[in-house]
């Protein structure tokens, strides 16, 4: 397993290099953007990565919350189950293809659906219980650099094209934020908190957190449909050669994440592993103490 | 069932003659309302035509920071002499604590807004022009939707360091929604231009949303060791 890291380093490195030249020179100039619309090679992957990244946490995060009871595990299997089954059905069905906003292919958003159930059973498989936390920092960590990313580069195009840097009311610029928001508010609380139940208190946070991001995006969508907003979204399609360079770069940017998530992960493991040795060699450090002298109160705040 | 009701309603009351002796939180938000309001007129003088399109906005930013004063106060009460510890061992539902802590900062929040609300009105020179009485939906469904995540963000925090900054950090991006469904309903109904249905539908899925995610998990927040 460790002998695949330098040699995953090596192919992403590759990926990256050749991704860049791509984006650079072998996709074709966008007609009326010109040059400024290349920053959509990176703004596009990113983005994709930081929801993948932001899925995981949620998944995972979940996952933790309902290790600690073998009825609330059970439970919540059938329901993934249920929501995976009911909602690639109810994809098909129009009455519901009539609520999807202009531009959604229904076969788009049913593989979303499916894609709920088996990433919850892959990752309740990959990971045992103590590692789901684990790997719900590490996405939020990484899923926040990359979506920081999106949102830097989102405006230094929209500067050039829109003529404006931010457009307040539009759909996918101010849930993007809101999430981007709402993983700060996770990791703030992650470091503010070191006690035992911050891994507790995290898990709820992102279960919140994802409760409110469809929420936003239907407070949103209604208020853009009330005021639409100059700005036009894509709609057009992709030339073949523009959207081979968008697949390279996705996928290089896809490996270079998981890299970085795998080694904070193993980071993670590593730092936990030295905080259970320091608090247990002062446990016996403790205990050496106390026979030997007065005991060590420490004081309650 | 009727052992939640009846925890739920002690609890209640306690807190609520708790605060009618000490009158701690309702002082501290009402001034701090205040304030902000005056800030506010001092910052802006609008023309009263400007101010309807302005005040749903800042009615509502003047009431989510003076909850968040009221709400920073709900457990700090339960934490001196390890009530909060006693409460955990004993056999009273979780959901109850819980239950008893959103009404009663429900109902603080409510007498503040019930009170600030004139001096808004006499402020800006405020004239209703849509359906006056749906401000009463949106100022009940909002209210609760600030004050429900608020008390269980409120208990999240007490277990963080410099908690009474963590409140604003947690509720407030959470909150967005809500915070967008109050201030434009309210918006327009002052102004009359649109129906206000929509939000207060929104308001009422967030609450509903988010009400039932606060009791599943509360009890996992009290007792997590």
Not at chain 2, 2 to 17: E, F, H, M, Q, S
Not at chain 2, 61 to 77: D, E, M, S
Request: aromatic share 12%.
């Amino acid at each position: 397993m460790k002998r695949l890291f330098p040699i995953l380093s090596v192919i992403t490195a590759i990926l990256l290099a050749y991704a860049l030249y791509a984006a650079l020179v072998v996709a074709p100039t966008e007609r009326t953007m010109g040059d400024v619309q290349r920053i959509f090679y990176y703004h596009v992957p990113s983005a994709w990565t930081a929801f993948l990244l932001f899925f995981i946490n949620f998944i995972a995060s979940i996952q933790y919350l309902v290790s600690r009871k073998a009825s609330a595990k059970t439970a919540a299997k059938w329901i993934v189950l249920a929501i995976g089954a009911v909602g690639t059905i109810a994809c098909f069905l129009p009455r519901v293809q009539q609520l999807f906003p202009a531009g959604m292919r229904p076969s788009a958003v049913a593989t979303t659906v499916l894609l709920i159930p088996i990433f919850y059973f892959l990752i309740g498989w990959l990971f045992p219980e103590e590692k789901l936390d684990v790997l719900a920092v590490t996405t939020a960590e990484v899923g926040v650099v990359f979506c920081t990313i999106v949102l830097v580069t989102g405006p230094l195009w929209a500067r050039p094209v829109w003529g404006i840097w931010w457009a307040v009311g539009d759909l996918r610029l101010t849930s993007t934020l809101v999430l981007w928001l709402i993983y700060v508010s996770y990791l703030v609380l992650r470091g503010f908190s070191n006690s035992a139940q911050t891994q507790m208190l995290a898990a709820a946070l992102a279960v919140f957190g994802a409760l409110d991001v469809p929420l936003v995006f239907l407070s949103i969508w209604f208020f853009r449909t009330q005021h639409p907003s100059p700005v036009i979204g894509g709609g057009g399609s992709l030339d073949p050669r523009m959207g081979q360079v968008l697949l390279i770069n996705w996928l290089a940017f896809s490996c270079f994440a998981f890299l970085v998530c795998w080694s904070r992960f193993r980071l993670e493991l590593l730092h936990r592993e030295v905080e259970e040795a320091h608090a247990m060699e002062s446990l016996a450090g403790a205990g050496v103490a106390a026979k030997a002298s007065l005991p060590l109160g420490r004081s309650s705040r | 069932m009727n052992a939640l009701w009846a925890v739920t309603l002690a609890t209640l009351v306690k807190d609520i003659r708790l605060e009618w002796r000490s009158k701690d939180a309702l002082n501290s938000m009402l001034f701090f309302s205040l304030l902000v309001v005056v800030i506010f007129v001092f910052s802006f003088d609008p023309l009263a035509e400007e101010s309807r399109h302005i005040v749903g906005g800042l009615v509502w930013v003047a009431f989510l920071f003076a909850a968040v004063v009221a709400l920073n106060q709900t457990w700090a009460r339960e934490l001196r002499n390890q009530v909060l510890d006693a409460y955990r061992v004993s056999p009273a539902p979780a959901n109850a604590l819980f239950l008893a802590k959103a009404l009663g900062n429900f109902i603080f929040v409510s007498v503040l807004e019930a009170l600030m609300t004139p001096l808004f009105v006499i402020f800006y020179n405020l004239r209703v022009l849509g359906p006056a009485w749906q401000l009463i939906p949106i100022a009940v469904l909002g209210t609760w939707a600030l004050v429900v995540n608020g008390t269980f963000f409120a208990a999240m925090s007490l277990r963080t360091r410099s908690r009474e900054i963590m409140l604003p950090l947690l509720l407030f991006p959470i909150s967005i929604p809500a915070v967008l469904g109050m201030v434009a309903g309210t918006t327009a109904i002052l102004t009359g231009e649109d129906s206000a249905h929509f939000y207060i539908v929104l308001l009422l899925t967030y609450d509903v949303v988010f009400t039932t995610a606060c009791l599943t998990l509360f009890g996992m927040i009290l007792h997590a060791e």
